[in-house]
């Protein structure tokens, strides 16, 4: 069965909050756990190092406290993303942490997550990892990966260029474990969607952006409540690797639009503005969103788009 026995029972909606740099602390983890949404963190959102020990200790705490004092509540698993790329200097002392405190589920970002898997699985946690093509899920399915996580065209962060029906398919023709699909997908109509479409979970970022417990400034809540999908720039000009940004905060980094080139395009970037810090990232899912709801209400909200969704006739074009 796709879905791993430690969601099952435990969610109000099939989705999880996802990993984003600088944006995902405790605060949203623990709101979106206790809504009933996985909720998850990069590992390095956490500095210094201890801090992730607190947060870690913290989020096991919360969480634990509202299970005991409501055991059939459904609150669901939190995760952590790691970061797998040889340049992530704090790989192994995060990993560390992770399996001291047995999180619960474990997100693999690059690189090969073998022994993140044995590791994880040894306490009994379960590993997904995100891949942009079907290539990256067969060596992460070999590697003995829970569950696959595809981020398609038009996500937040450092998204792929695949449309979401096709890499999903194109998936499900190799892959019968868990199945999570994201990119653009900001409400409970496209959850259903991408069930249809053969996905176990939708994975869901910039929605979450603009929430009452996410870290985003302010200003970036509200330009992503400003913003409309042609707003939204995939561009390998700021970090190297291609990702979709806000155009508005590249704009104000200094960025013009005729030299946002890859190479030579940092020139423009002399206002001491810092990637990710300064230059917002955001999906083409910017288009809906117009609002900062606390985690609960939106979750609540999205599970009411759901049902509505899941109710859905044939169409009457149909004989
Ligand atoms: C601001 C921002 C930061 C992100 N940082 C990370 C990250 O640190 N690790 C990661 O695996 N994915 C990261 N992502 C990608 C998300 O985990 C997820 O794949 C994506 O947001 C889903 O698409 P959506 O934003 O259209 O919902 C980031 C996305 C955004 C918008």
Redesign the pocket.
Known sequence: MPVPQIFRGRMTMPVIA??????SGPHLVIAACKAGVAGTF?S?NARPIEVLDEWLTQINAELGAAMAADPSAPIAPYGV?L?LHHSNKRLEEDFTLVVKHKVPFV?T?LGHPGEVVKAVHAYGGVVFS?VIHAYHAKKAIAAGVDGI?C?AG??????GTQSAFSLVREIREFWDGALVL?????DGWSVRAAEIMGADFA?????F?ATQESMATPEYKRMICDATAKDIVYTDAITGTHA?FLWPSLEKAGYRKGTLGSAGAKEDFGSGAKA?RDT??????VATIHDIPTTAELVARLATEYRAACALPLSPAVA
């Open positions: 996802a990993p984003m740099f600088l944006v990069p390095l993303n970061i997100i970002s995100d996580i981020v038009g996500a937040g962060g450092h998204a994201g990119g653009a997908i900001s994975y869901m970022g910039t929605r952006i979709n990710w917002w990232s955001a999906g083409h899912g």
